[in-house]
Nanobody, 123 residues
């Protein structure tokens, strides 16, 4: 079992920045590929970014490339999502997830999920 807890969400103006964190506990964090997803009101949850077990590989949703950066610190059992140049369309609940597959962009490829953190970008 892996428990995931997100933090760092909030309200920010367009063009602003936020840094999300996801702290993991339970089984060895470094054994898992980590991902970030988001779900806007009335929309399906969508893939945002993923990072490999040792952080050497990353993959992003096209619309966030160049603005968002996923990283991880295996010593701290934490994965991050640095979000720059935020846009109103980035408004969503952001979830982190842990899985075994690389490159995993579908929800069913992840085994464990956090409870989510709200990100709201005002125009």
């Amino acid at each position: 079992q892996v428990q995931l807890v997100e933090s760092g969400g909030g309200l920010v103006e367009a063009g602003g920045t936020l840094r999300l964190s996801c702290a993991a506990s339970g089984r060895a964090f470094r054994d898992y590929v980590m991902g970030w997803f988001r779900q806007a009101p009335g929309m399906q949850r969508e893939f945002v970014a993923t990072i490999s077990r040792i952080g050497s590989g990353t993959y992003y949703l096209d619309s966030v490339k160049g603005r968002f950066t996923i990283s991880r610190d295996n010593a701290k059992n934490t994965v991050y999502l640095q979000m720059n140049s935020l846009k109103p369309e980035d408004t969503a609940v952001y979830y982190c997830a842990a899985g075994r597959l690389w490159v995993a962009t579908r929800e069913d490829e992840y085994d464990y999920w956090g409870q989510g953190t709200q990100v709201t970008v005002s125009s």
